[in-house]
């Protein structure tokens, strides 16, 4: 399924994996859980004080560490496949 298809499909989703203070390592495993049951999941990123990584980088950090595909990011929200 191309991007754009995959877009289209992610955008009335629910989100159901939350980032927060404890960053992408509190997460890792519930997304590659998640992905395993779902076909598109959606993550928010909760906005970093101080100029911590901004969502983009967050977001292809998470996509490498669980063998996901960054689908994309709007915002502070990421959609994987």
Not at 2 to 14: I, V
Not at 55 to 76: C, I, N, P
């Amino acid at each position: 399924m191309d991007r754009q298809a995959l877009r289209k499909r992610a955008h009335d989703l629910d989100v159901t994996v939350w980032v927060g203070a404890g960053g992408i390592d509190a997460v890792v495993d519930e997304l590659a859980g998640q992905l395993e049951r779902r076909d598109l999941v959606k993550v928010r990123f909760l906005s970093a004080k101080g100029g911590g990584p901004s969502t983009d980088e967050q977001a292809e950090v998470l996509a490498e560490r669980t063998g996901a595909t960054l689908v994309e990011t709007r915002g502070h929200t990421a959609v994987f496949h």
